[in-house]
């Protein structure tokens, strides 16, 4: 079954760099589309960026583009979210799931705290 363990997030100042990072395991992860998603209070859980299978492939949503950059080592099983020039509204918990998160049937593992904070 699908596995996900994020790890990476903190507590970082505007304008700050973070690097997310996603052990995924139970599936063929290098056949696998991937995406980072976050969740903020009292939103609902948004996609930030997605990854094709091989990597050639990326796309990111209107809020994060320019500033995070998505990548992934199939060879270790792991994909990361690269995140500068970060605002207090990146505030979230982060996640990552197949893209799209319906492919994992409601799976999501325990996400990763970023708070960006002065």
């Known amino acids: 079954q699908v596995q996900l363990v994020e790890s990476g997030g903190g507590l970082v100042q505007p304008g700050g760099s973070l690097r997310l990072s996603c052990a995924a395991s139970?599936?063929?992860?290098?056949?696998?589309?991937m995406g980072w998603y976050r969740q903020a209070p009292g939103k609902q859980r948004e996609l930030v960026a997605s990854?094709?299978?091989?990597?050639?492939?990326?796309d990111y949503a209107h809020s994060v583009k320019g500033r995070f950059t998505i990548s992934r080592d199939n060879a270790k099983n792991t994909v990361f979210l690269q995140m500068n020039s970060l605002k207090p509204e990146d505030t979230a918990v982060y996640y990552c799931?197949?893209?799209?998160?319906?492919?994992?049937?409601?799976?999501w593992g325990q996400g990763t705290q970023v708070t960006v904070s002065s």
């Open positions: 139970g599936f063929i992860f290098s056949m696998r589309a």
């Open positions: 990854i094709s299978s091989r990597g050639g492939i990326t």
């Open positions: 799931n197949l893209y799209p998160s319906t492919q994992s049937s409601g799976y």
